[in-house]
Antibody, heavy 117, light 110 residues
Framework: QVQLQQWGAGLLKPSETLSLTCTVSGVSFSGYYWSWIRQPPGKGLEWIGDINHSGSTNYNPSLVSRVTISVDTSKNQFSLRLSSVTAADTAVYYC???????????WGQGTLLTVSS | EIVLTQSPGTLSLSPGERATLSCRAS???????LAWYQQKPGQAPNLLIYGASSRATGIPDRFSGSGSGTDFTLTISRLEPEDFAVYFC???????????FGQGTKLEIK
């Protein structure tokens, strides 16, 4: 059974850096892209970026200057760093596996980030 | 960037009725790369339809997808109580590599 378990800080002050990690179990880490997606409260979904097992990344152009996604294949983990957060970054952040035809097949449980001074 | 616009924003129907949800793209989207998700409160989205018309594993056959080019539709033939949720469409673009979602349609009980 595929499971994505994510964790990280849920409350940050403006200008701080968000760090989240997602651990994958029940499926091979290789051969797929792994993604971060966020959803502001009551709003729609925004793709942040993705990475494969060899470290090849793609980022949303609107966030590329502040985002880093990395991978640790030895631990079946991938991570998100988002720098210089503001209130506009307040959202639920999800990790997900990208499957065939570019769909988000499996999702983590979500982590609520609140940015407040 | 391809923008997906969903309509209506909110759809009020009764159990047993038919629901038709629309997703319109700002430019042509490959049908292969158009998907639909259901999201219930406090949960992550769940994949319903991929390739515009193929049901994901375990999805009941009352859910169907159709469309091509810039206009796509999700139809729920006979609404069950558990179908009342928010629905998102999503597209994958290969050049450039990016993913975008519609803003969602809330399906609520009338």
């Amino acid at each position: 059974q595929v499971q994505l378990q994510q964790w990280g800080a849920g409350l940050l002050k403006p200008s701080e850096t968000l760090s989240l990690t997602c651990t994958v179990s029940g499926v091979s880490f290789s051969g797929y892209y792994w993604s971060w997606i966020r959803q502001p409260p009551g709003k729609g979904l925004e793709w942040i970026g993705d990475i494969n097992h060899s470290g090849s990344t793609n980022y949303n152009p609107s966030l590329v200057s502040r985002v880093t996604i990395s991978v640790d294949t030895s631990k079946n983990q991938f991570s998100l760093r988002l720098s210089s957060v503001t209130a506009a970054d307040t959202a639920v952040y999800y990790c997900a596996r990208i499957g065939w035809l570019g769909v988000f097949e499996y999702w983590g449980q979500g982590t609520l980030l609140t940015v407040s001074s | 960037e391809i923008v997906l616009t969903q309509s209506p924003g909110t759809l009020s129907l009764s159990p047993g009725e038919r629901a038709t949800l629309s997703c319109r793209a700002s430019q042509s989207v490959s049908s292969s790369y158009l998907a639909w998700y259901q999201q219930k409160p406090g949960q992550a989205p769940n994949l319903l339809i991929y390739g515009a018309s193929s049901r994901a594993t375990g999805i009941p056959d009352r859910f169907s997808g159709s469309g091509s080019g810039t206009d796509f539709t999700l139809t729920i033939s006979r609404l069950e109580p558990e179908d009342f949720a928010v629905y998102f469409c999503q597209q994958y673009g290969t050049s450039p590599h990016q993913y975008t979602f519609g803003q969602g349609t809330k399906l609520e009980i009338k």
